[in-house]
């Protein structure tokens, strides 16, 4: 690992760090709040049909993802750089693939799944490659374990007020729209002010990238350079040899699903459980106010417990946080405590597994004398887009199961009992269940110590 220029890393680049964070979590949180809305209330597909379209969707990045990240592994740009790059040139493609995916192309229900399905492929291409850099600079910007903890606990406050902010000022922004005029819950009158949102988001996603790409600098070289072009297999074998990463994608995966639950379920929640839309607002804030909190003081914490028992503690807190909401689902007090414990979990989270990362594309490094900071930003992503993708099945799935009907929303009428039954499970003792099993990876991640061991073994090498 060859370091340029030491590893500080000033403050108007971790604000880059920060911005590129927030702007990434606005709109991945109108995405996750409003496509599923977008295909069943607006396009009006079933809800099947649309679980199915997430899950062919899935499948795609399960090819796609390991084909790209291995290929970008092996594009060195002219400046040396082989992640930073990415920023210049993914920004428009992945604004106008996001605008796509908010299209009403006015055609049958057959023709928009097809067209869905098309534009879905093409939206996840470019979000692969935007995920390069997202996962990846952090660990190229210093080689320096606190300023790597420094860069995620900015990226962490930016992810937290991106999708605070997303939560918070979504609605607003399909009000300012023309959207919800003379009703609280999205129906199929509102497609014209969801695509100028989408143009928004679209906009908000470009601006990151250049600030990110014009503030940031990559410090991390692979210490031999070498022309040899790596091949998937012999890529995977080299990632699946490092312990740490295997347990922190796992890890990875408890995060995305924990994070997609609460964002996919709380408007329908409230919508659907408390019969008021607006609802979503102040319960995002609060979980918004504790993230930022936590931003600010989790690399202290980690400092003074260490990293395994920090990243155990962020899963028992959500664990203990469901526990009023699962008992008294309806109480809107409950609703607060959970979202505010989930912010302080997933928030530590966060901040954690994102230096984990950081440390295996060394470890990788130390095993192998190559750096695979493209592979693990798109594998890591991979676990990501699989937790969303989960989450989405499982969601709609479970909906269409209760007797969820787009056609009581469009008249203004309350869900079923078994549907808010369901929605309530799916913002309780599911995403419980999950923190459990996040636990149980959490206290099993030793990266710390594989590094050392990594390094003692290069040593004699």
């Known amino acids: 690992m060859k370091k340029d220029n030491g590893n500080k890393v000033s403050l108007l680049e971790k604000l880059g760090f920060m911005s590129f964070s927030a702007s990434t979590n606005i709109v991945f949180n109108f995405k996750s709040t409003y496509y599923k809305y977008f295909l069943t209330s607006i396009l009006l597909i079933d809800p099947i049909a649309a679980s199915n379209m997430a899950l062919i969707g899935t499948i795609w990045d399960i090819v796609n993802d390991p084909l790209i990240g291995v290929w970008a592994n092996n594009v060195k740009f002219k400046s040396g750089e082989k992640v930073r790059p990415w920023l210049l040139y993914i920004a428009v493609p992945y604004a106008l693939g996001m605008v796509s995916l908010f299209t009403d192309f006015g055609v049958s229900e057959r023709w928009d799944i097809i067209l869905g399905l098309v534009v879905f492929f093409l939206y996840e291409i470019a979000n692969t490659f935007r995920g390069i850099p ?138 659907y459980v408390l019969n008021d839309s607006s609802q979503s607002t102040p319960i995002m804030a609060a979980y918004l106010l504790v993230s930022i909190i936590f931003s600010i003081i989790t690399p202290k ?21 469901k526990i009023p909401f699962i008992l008294a689902p309806a109480h809107v007090i409950n609703a607060y405590i959970n979202a505010v414990t989930t912010g302080m979990g997933l928030t530590m989270t966060f901040i954690l597994f994102n230096t984990n990362r950081n440390a295996i594309s060394d470890i990788v490094e130390l095993q192998n004398g190559i750096r695979l900071d493209t592979v693990v930003s798109t594998a890591d992503s991979l676990a990501s887009k699989i937790a969303e993708a989960a989450v989405d099945k499982l969601f709609l799935v479970a909906l269409a ?61």
């Open 301 to 321: 914490i980690d400092t003074l417990l260490g990293r395994r028992n920090t990243m155990g503690l962020a899963a028992l807190i959500q664990v203990v946080g």
């Open 134 to 271: 997202y996962n990846g600079m952090g660990a190229l910007a210093s080689g320096d374990d606190s300023e790597r903890k420094s860069i995620n606990a900015f990226r962490s406050l930016g992810a937290c007020i991106g999708s605070g902010i997303g939560a918070v000022a979504v609605p607003l922004i399909v009000k300012m729209f023309g959207g919800l005029k003379d009703h609280k819950v999205i129906n199929s009158s509102d497609a014209g002010a969801i695509f100028r949102s989408a143009l928004f988001m679209g906009l908000l996603i470009a601006i990151g990238c250049l600030i990110h790409y014009f503030t940031s600098k990559e410090r991390i070289r692979q210490a031999a350079e070498t022309e040899t072009k790596l091949g998937i297999v012999e890529t995977y074998k080299m990632l699946f040899g490092c312990k740490s990463w295997v347990k922190n994608m796992f890890y990875i995966m408890c995060y995305g699903v924990s994070t997609c639950l609460l964002t996919s379920s709380i408007t329908y929640y409230c919508a």
């Open 401 to 461: 199961a209760a007797g969820f009907s787009a056609k009581l929303a469009d008249e203004g009428l309350l869900q079923n009992i078994a549907t808010q039954n369901t929605i309530n499970a799916l913002l309780g003792w599911i995403p419980a269940l999950v923190a459990l099993g996040m636990f149980f990876f959490a206290i099993s991640i030793n990266t710390e110590k594989e590094y050392k061991e990594a390094l003692e073994a290069s040593k004699k090498d």
